[in-house]
Nanobody, 124 residues
Framework: VQLVESGGGLVQAGGSLRLSCVYSGIMFDDYTIGWFRQAPGTAAREGVSCISSHGRTTYADGVKGRFTISSDNAERTVYLQMNNVKPEDAGVYYC??????????????????WGQGTQVTVSS
């Protein structure tokens, strides 16, 4: 599995940004792809939003109503549209993938495959 993120950069608070994750090498039909943020000075990656291969989505409470995750299967790309960006949204955003064979649970943690990350910086 390969995941390649892009779209990060500097954005003003209140502005918008769209992140892209191009995926390849997926071997099974059941999987979840998500966006995770590593805040400055921390080691943990927290789930921001995830989307299943069947189109189900989930969001962290802090981004509901501001961020939208979507998937273009033809382009093999998952997007994260970030609107009304806040200073606390800053960090390195990673795209992650987990196979979900045999489960209907949609979760946004404990993923197995990762991209290299893309930096999001928010100016206030």
């Amino acid at each position: 599995v390969q995941l390649v993120e892009s779209g990060g950069g500097l954005v003003q608070a209140g502005g918008s940004l769209r992140l892209s994750c191009v995926y390849s090498g997926i071997m099974f039909d059941d999987y979840t792809i998500g966006w995770f943020r590593q805040a400055p000075g921390t080691a943990a990656r927290e789930g921001v939003s995830c989307i299943s291969s069947h189109g189900r989505t989930t969001y962290a409470d802090g981004v509901k109503g501001r961020f939208t995750i979507s998937s273009d299967n033809a382009e093999r790309t998952v997007y994260l549209q970030m609107n009304n960006v806040k200073p606390e949204d800053a960090g390195v955003y990673y795209c992650g993938l987990e196979y979900t064979i045999g489960t209907k649970e949609l979760r946004c943690y404990g993923f197995d495959y990762w991209g290299q990350g893309t930096q999001v910086t928010v100016s206030s």
